[in-house]
C-alpha cells in the first residue's frame, strides 16, 4: 500500500478533524476548506507515516498552514486514537502520539537525514548528538497540555515538540534553545535536533527534539501548592527564578557577532511605537468592555490608563533590545532537583513569527513573571497579603544583581520602574482582553494589575 | 549561528515569506526616496544605513512593501532616472552590501522591497552611451538610437514640454543625432539590439539574485520606435516586456514587475497581457480625478473612470496612489479638465511642472485633516494595491521654491530637533533643506510628535492599513458602483468570498443624507468597521444614511447573528 492514500483524506474530515482540535488556533474564524500543501513519506511500511502541511482557508479569504503527521494503519488491525478517517480498509490518524512514529521521528534526526516532498524537503538535523537511539525507546507518552504544539516523551529522556501552525522564517524557539545550548546555559533543556520543511511553499521549523526533565514541578502548580503554607519557600525559589531569568538574559545578550542575537541600541523611535501600539490596544478594549461588576474598577478610566501610559513614553534611557523568552510566567519555569528550568520559547502564540523574533527590552519577560505573581496571589487566596509586593521584591531584585556590568538595562532606578510599568501594562491589557474573551472568572486580576499601576504613579 | 538553523540562501525571499504568487494584490506600497529618509552616516543625504534603522518604524505603520526610488550611481541631472551604472549603488546610499543587507533585513520583518528600474534610457554619462558615441565603428554603436536627422519619428509626442524641444539631441562627438523620449541627458537605448535586450536581462537577474522582490519598471511604453507611429505601445515593447516576465517566472517566484505606463485605461490595460506581462500597473488617470471629485464635491470623475476601466486579468493588480515623487500628471485628462485642476490646484504658477502639479498632498488638500482621510479612504476602497508616499502619512509639505520636483522630496520630518531628526550633518550640507515654515515645517510636523498623539493623522492611517489589511475584499473583492441620486456620494460594494464590503463617501463639505439602493442585501446588518457599531438592517425602504460632511462609512454587511 502507498503513502499516497493520505493524499485521498476527505477534506470534509480533515476538516473536522482540525478544527476540533487543541492546537487549532483560530476559533473565532470560519474556516471553509483544507488543501493539502506539501506532504513527504517518513515510512512506508505499516504504520505508514506521512508529515504533511495543510492549508486552513477562512471565510474572509484569509488562510493558516498547519502540520500534520498522519499515521495510516489497517482498519482493525489495532484501535488507533484520533482518527482523522476511515478509507478503504485503513484508518487514518494523527500519528504524533504514536510510539511508532516517535521513534521513527528520533531515527530521522539521529541520521540528519533528507526527505523528499511532493515540492520541498524534510531535513533533520542534530545539535551534538542525540543520546537515545529510536529503535530502543520503549514508553512513549504525550505531554498534554499544550496549545499551539504537540509534545510526545520519550523513555522520561527526551521530548518530540512538533509545531502545529506553521509560518515561514526559523521558530523562535529553536534559534533560543539552539543558542542556549551552544552556549551551555544550564538552566534550558538542551536541543539535540530538529527537523524543518524547505520548499518552494515556505521554510518551517516543524518540530524540535530536546531533553526532557523528569520529576519537575512547574512555577504555577508549585505556587498553587506551597503559597497556603510555605510562602517563604516559595519566595525564595523566586528570588533564585530572578538570578537565572538574569543569567539567561545575560547569555542571550553575550554574543554580538551574531546578528540575530547581537544586543542593539533601540531606534530614537522605538519606545514610541511600542506605546502608540499598546494605547491603541488600550483604546480598543476598552471601548468594548461590557457592564460587569468585576470591571468597575477600571470602567470609564480609559482615558486615565492613556494618560498614564503617555506619562511613562517619554524619552529617556532604554537599555538594549535582546532576543528573549518572550511569553514568560510561572507555568514555564520547572522547578526540578532544586534549580529552575526555563521552557517554551515560542513566544506568545498570537503574534506574528517576525514580531515573536523581534529584539525587544529584556524587561518584557521580567514584567511578564511579574503578572504572574498577580495571578498566583489570586489563586491561592490563603497567601499572604504582602505575597505579591515580596515575590516582586525578591524575583526583581535577583535579577537586577545577575545582569549587572551585561549593559542590558538602563542604569537609573527610575527608567527600569518606568520601562517595567510600560510592559506590565502590556500584559494586562493583553490578559484583560484574554480573560474578557475566554476566562471571565479571572478578569480581577488584569483589572487589579491596571489599577495598582495606576494608583503607583 | 541562523544559518545553520534555516538555509543561509538570503536572496531568497521564499525564505522569509509563505509562497504567495498573488501577494501584491493584498499588498500595501510605501514609495521611499532613499535621500530623503533617513541619514545613517551624517553626511547629509540619506542612505541604505539610514533606511535600515528606520524599518521598525515601517513594520509599525504596517507596510507590505517598500518602492525605492532609483538607487543607482548616476549624475542626478533626473533625480536618479539618469543611470550611469545598473550594477552599483550610488555611493551617496552605500554600498551593494549595505542595500543587500537592508533587503534581508527588510524580509525579516516581513517587509519586501522593490525598486525602480530604467529600462528605457541611461545617462549620457553612462559607459554604454560614452562608448557608442564615440565612433561609427564601435561596437556598442547600435545600443542607441542614432539618426542622421532629427526629423524621423514625428509623430512621438515630447513630454518634457518645459525643458525639452525635440526627441532628437545632435551629439558633436558622435556627429550625430540621439534620440531621446524625456531629457537631452537621457539617450534611449536601442531594443532592437538583441544585444541591448539580453544586457537588460543580466541587470534584471544580477538585483534578483540579491533578493529584491522586484521592479517598478520606469518608462515602459517608449522601449522601442517605429516608422509611422507615436512610438508608445508598441507590439514590439510588449514582446519585450513578456520576455522579461517568462524570466521571472521560469527563476523567480514570487516577485513583481510594476509598470509605469502614464497611458489612458484601454492602453495601459495591454501591459498586463494575458496574465503574461507586468503584474502590476499604475492606474493613472484615476488619481487626477480623485482630486478633480473632491473639488466639485461630486463624485461623477471617479465612478466614470472606473467604469472605464476594462477588466484585467486575474493575476493582476491596479496600483493605486494619491501621490507619488512626481508632479501629479494631468496627461491623462482632458484639456477642460487640466484647465480646472491648474486653476483649483496651482493658483501658483510656480505649483506647474510639465503638465502636472508639483505639490504634495497636505497642501492640495489645504492640509484638511477630513479630506486626507477622505482621499486615503476613498484610495483604500477601490480595486488596487495603494501606494503611499513618504511623509504623506504625517501631512508633510512641499517647496514650491525648489526646482524642478525637488520640491516634493524633502528631508522626511522624524522629529522637531534640527534638521527635522533626518541628519546630525551641518545645515548647510544637507542634500535638501528640511521644510521650516510654521505650518509644515518639521516643529509642527514630524513623526515624534504625531505618535505620541492618539488623534494625529499618522495613527489614523496606521490604523486604516491595519484595517484594510484584515479584509482581503479590498485587495481581491469585485467592485460594483451603487450610483445613488445624490451626487455628492460615492458609493460601492466589495465583494470577496463570503464578505461583503459597503463603502459610502461624502465628497461635499456639508452634511448630507444619501438612499441607497441596497435591496440585493435584505435583512443583512451594516457593521461600521472602525468602531465596529451595528447599524439598523437592511430593510424592504432604500438603505438612509447621513454623513457629515466630508465623511464616509465603511460597513461591513453581516448575517443577523
Known sequence: MSVEIATTLPEDALLAFVTAQRWFGAKSREPVGVRLLDHAALRHEAPLLVDALVELRYAAGTHDVYQLLIGLRQSGAEQANSVIAELDGWTGYDAFADPAAARELI????????????EGTLEFHT????????AAVLRVRPLGLEQSNTSVILDDELIVKAYRRLEAGPNPELELLAFLTRHEFANVPRLHGWWSYNGPLMDATLGIVQRYVPNSVDGWTLALRELPDAPEAFSSRLRRLGE???????????????????????????????????????ESVFQHLPDLPELEPIAGRSDEVRDFLRSLSTFGPLGKIIRHHGDLHLGQALWADDDWVIVDFEGEPARTLPERRRKRSPLRDVAGMQRSFAYAASAVPEAPATFEERARAEFLGAYREAVQGSGILPDSDEAVERLLSIFELEKAVYELRYELDHRPDWLGVPVAGIVRLLEAR | MTQTLARAESGRPGHWFEADPLWFKRAVFYEIHIRGFYDGNDDGSGDFRGLTEKLDYLQWLGIDCVWLLPMYPSPLRDGGYDIADFYSIHPDYGTVDDFHNFVDQAHQRGIRVIADLVMNHTSSDHPWFQESRSSPDSPKRDWYVWSESDERYPDARVIFVDS??????????????????FFSHQPDLNYDNPAVREAMLDVLRFWLDLGIDGFRLDAVPYLFERDGTNCENLPETHAYLKRVRAEIDAHYPDRVLLAEANQWPADVVDYFGDGDECHMAFQFPVMPRLFMAIRREEATPIVDILEQTPPIPDNAQWGLFLRNHDELTLEMVTDDERDYMYAEYAKDPRMKLNLGIRRRLAPLLDNGRDEMELMTAILFSLRGSPVLYYGDEIGMGDNIYLGDRDGVRTPMQWTGDRNGGFSRADFARLYLPPLMDPVYGYQAVNIEAQLRTPTSLLRWVHRFIALRKQHPVFALGTWEALRPANPHILAHVRRYEDEIALCVHNLSRSAQAVELDLSAFKGLVPEEMLGRTAFPAVGELPYLLTLGGRGFFWFLLRSPS
Open chain 2, 164 to 181: 525639452e524641444a525635440s526627441n532628437w539631441t545632435w551629439d558633436p562627438v558622435a556627429g550625430a543625432y540621439y534620440w531621446h523620449r
Open chain 1, 107 to 118: 531515527h530521522l534526526v539521529r541520521g540528519s537525514s533528507s526527505l523528499p516532498a511532493e
Open chain 1, 244 to 282: 537565572v531569568i538574569g543569567a539567561m538574559h545575560t547569555t542571550l545578550a553575550s554574543d554580538s557577532d551574531d546578528p540575530a542575537f547581537c544586543p542593539e541600541v533601540p531606534s530614537a523611535e522605538l519606545l514610541a511605537l511600542v506605546t502608540a501600539t499598546l494605547d491603541e490596544q488600550i
Open chain 1, 127 to 134: 545539535l551534538g548528538a542525540v543520546p537515545q537511539d529510536g
